[in-house]
């Protein structure tokens, strides 16, 4: 059986799939549901290291209710700039504008 070559699709560069027998939709679904699988996981690391974030700069509150209430707030539900801007403007005017400055300074769409 002779090698199959298919486009890569970020670089446009030549890939050889060598010996796997599946035709070009197969493989299209395949690359589709591996990049929707990385992402899933790119977005959890996210999460978990964002409610990280946000439990550390809590850790001098003793009020168990509070906490409570901060755990169970404290996930952003998008990725989008707006929805973290939303979020950290729940912490004040400052740590909002501090994040559009940190945003614009590396050259994010904002």
Not at 7 to 33: P, V, Y
């Amino acid at each position: 059986m002779p090698e199959q070559k298919v486009s890569d699709f970020n670089s446009g560069e030549i890939t050889n799939r060598g010996d796997i027998d599946i035709d070009e939709l197969e493989f299209e679904k395949l690359k589709d549901m591996l990049v929707k699988s990385l992402l899933i996981l790119i977005y959890a690391e996210f999460e978990k290291c964002f409610n990280k974030l946000v439990l550390d700069r809590c850790s001098e509150i003793t009020d168990i209710s509070i906490l409570e209430f901060i755990k169970n707030n404290s996930s952003i539900r998008s990725l989008k700039l707006s929805s973290i801007r939303g979020f950290i403007g729940q912490f004040g005017e400052k740590h909002k504008n501090e994040f559009k400055r940190l945003v614009g300074e590396n050259s994010l769409v904002f």
